[in-house]
């Protein structure tokens, strides 16, 4: 049997009584609970918008697009549209987009959930996301990979927006885990975050060589390159080997199956089980440390062996 089995018979007891929340379930470590009942308000209307970027201005976090027709709402032309800091940062001029368009009664038009529309990326994103959905069911029971194998190959989109491919990492270090930004709970990805922050730090105390940092995101459906470019910058976080990535639900299914992590939404809770990975310069997993007690200096040791 693999060891997988154990490991998760543990995290499924563990999770009947834990779990991080969207915003509208607050959650605590080792019971979750449910945040009080907000006031009803009008919902919001979101209509789908592609187009290209005309120009950015970071400071007012603005984006001149030139879109195509919005179904329903209006035809093509070029506007203004508030963005968050983090897609103002990532995004270009001349850049394809997809997004989420929500109009406001102050006439400021706002852009939500972008992502790159470039032919280009997402074609390869697709090749390789479908290659490793096959791999996955290739395996069957057999798709968690134990220590000693080959992590599987992917690709993603990092907080920069850029197409991110596994293969960039091969000749270094990994340390790999999931997260979420929106996960309210101390003990849960804020923790995680924490101690791959300190393991960079005491790495490059050490003279470690080649390492790279790497969380992938466990809601896809929200963590945009924009969201995770936020969430390094607002945590002051150094992303110069360090890399948030993100991408198709099915991509992110299948690296967790793979990966032996747990993350299930029930009723607006996102239960899940955390785990780090510490793979080596020709993509084995050579160490592995499930729940957020684990300590820096363990990698370190790991590392410097």
């Known amino acids: 049997m693999k060891t997988y089995a154990c490991v998760a018979a543990a995290v499924l007891a563990a999770l009947a009584s834990t779990g991080c929340s969207r915003p509208e379930v607050a959650a ?9 009942t907000p006031a009803l308000t009008e919902p919001v209307t979101h209509y789908a918008l592609r187009g290209e970027v005309i120009s950015v201005d970071v400071a007012r976090h603005v984006l001149v697009v030139k879109h195509e027709e919005i179904t329903g709402y209006m035809p093509g032309m070029t ?14 001029p001349g850049q394809r987009i997809r997004a989420q368009m929500i109009p406001s009664k102050d006439s400021d038009f706002r852009l939500e959930q972008i992502w790159t529309d470039d032919k280009v990326a997402t074609d390869t994103v697709a090749a390789v996301s479908n290659a490793l959905r096959q791999d996955t069911h290739n395996r069957g029971k057999e798709a968690y990979r134990e220590i000693g194998e080959t992590i599987p190959d992917f690709a993603l989109y990092d907080q920069e927006g850029r197409v991110v491919q596994s293969a960039r990492f091969r000749g ?22 924490a101690k791959m922050m300190s393991t960079q730090k005491l790495a490059r105390d050490a003279g470690v060589p080649n390492l790279e940092l790497i969380s992938v995101s466990l809601e896809p459906s929200y963590d945009t390159p924009g969201v995770l470019k936020d969430y390094a910058t607002t945590r002051g976080i150094d992303t110069s080997n360090f890399s948030f990535l993100t991408g198709p639900e099915r991509a992110i299914a299948d690296l967790l199956t793979q990966f032996g992590v747990i993350a299930e939404f029930k009723g607006g809770v996102l239960n899940h089980s955390l785990s780090t990975l510490l793979i080596d310069e020709n993509g084995r997993i050579i160490h592995r440390a499930d729940g957020s007690q684990w300590e820096p200096r363990e990698f370190i040791a790991k590392m410097t062996k």
Do not use: W
């Open 28 to 36: 605590k470590a080792p019971t979750t609970a449910s945040a009080p």
């Open 172 to 193: 270094k270090l990994i340390m790999l885990n999931f997260i979420y930004s929106r996960c309210p709970v101390a003990t849960m990805c804020p923790a995680s975050t």
């Open 79 to 92: 506007m203004e549209f508030v963005v968050s800091a983090g897609d103002a940062a990532v995004a270009k």
